[in-house]
């Protein structure tokens, strides 16, 4: 377990997906393309008062705090670094440091833990070529659609297009806060496919129990078409990774929230808290009381 200290948990509006470890090391870790590069954390934190985290001894992943509003101070390497609107600053991994908001200006922040060892070289060319960790980006909106749809695709699950999308438009992401002065973004967006309208309408269902037969139906697809359809495209069967979104959504609810395991298997159309813990279990490698104790301890 992580030594580490936090406070100030909790801010409204406040979003993070944490990719469930079995995922990493079965698809990311494995894939030849992802293992080099890829996010295993990733948030957005808005006027987060009285954030604060102190881990003495870093984390396993490289992490990005990207500053919008507000002001903070991150310390590394016993140095102090005042962060304020615009500021970028990579924090290396296995490096103690400590981060906090500003107590009357807190800040904003979109941030990204990620790991690999092309991770390793950037984060190490970038201290070299900046001779800090630190640099300033210029607002630019597309960059913040870049790290939504990032967030967008993550939150829709783990297929494995899915995975490689968000990964390598990380890498985007990640180029334009190392290089802001040669960053010009693309105004284009990828067409959605059969696929992707069943999964939004699993994700606008999250508070369901769909069958195979109303997602089929959903699409004009037969039960039998629509369900070797999507194993083939994702990796998994409609019911596997809608429960993989609902788990995913049940992580937000014991990190961010106060609701009983009860109440929060009945937001997810589970009226047996029972099935519910199981199926948590089997997805995250353990029970929803150990992922919410572990999440505030680390």
Not at 47 to 68: D, M, S
Not at 179 to 207: C, F, N, R, V, W
Request: glycine share 6%; proline share 5%.
């Amino acid at each position: 377990m992580r030594n580490e200290v936090r406070k100030g948990q909790g801010f409204k509006g406040q979003r993070a997906i944490v990719i469930p470890r079995n995922i990493l090391q079965e698809k990311c870790t494995a894939d030849p393309v992802m293992q080099t590069m890829h996010i295993t954390d990733i948030g957005y934190y808005p006027k987060a008062q009285f954030h604060y985290l102190k881990r003495p001894h870093g984390t396993p992943e490289h992490i990005l705090i990207y500053c919008l509003e507000g002001r903070g101070t991150i310390w590394l390497h016993k140095k102090e670094y005042p962060i304020e609107a615009g500021d970028c600053f990579i924090i290396p991994r296995d490096e103690p440091h400590a981060y906090q908001a500003h107590d009357t200006d807190p800040w904003t922040i979109y941030w990204a833990h990620f790991a690999g060892y092309t991770a390793d070289a950037i984060v190490t060319a970038v201290q070299q070529q900046l001779n800090s960790y630190q640099t300033f980006l210029p607002l630019a909106h597309e960059r913040l659609a870049l790290f939504e749809n990032i967030y967008q695709q993550l939150e829709r699950g783990y297929r494995t297009e899915n995975l490689l999308y968000a990964n390598m438009s990380f890498w985007a992401f990640l180029a334009s806060c190392i290089y802001p002065g040669s960053y010009h973004p693309g105004k284009t967006k990828p067409e959605q496919d059969t696929i992707d309208h069943a999964i939004d309408y699993m994700y606008q269902h999250l508070d369901r129990m769909l069958t195979l037969e109303q997602m089929a139906r959903s699409i004009n697809l037969s039960i039998s078409h629509f369900s070797a359809l999507f194993k083939s495209n994702t990796g998994y069967s409609p019911i596997e990774y809608f429960n993989h979104l609902k788990v995913q959504k049940a992580c937000q609810y014991l990190q961010f929230t106060h609701l009983r395991i009860k109440e929060i298997a009945s937001l997810l159309g589970m009226e047996d808290p029972y099935y519910f813990s199981r199926l948590f279990s089997k997805v995250m490698g353990q029970s929803p009381a150990q992922y919410r104790a572990k999440r505030q301890e680390s």
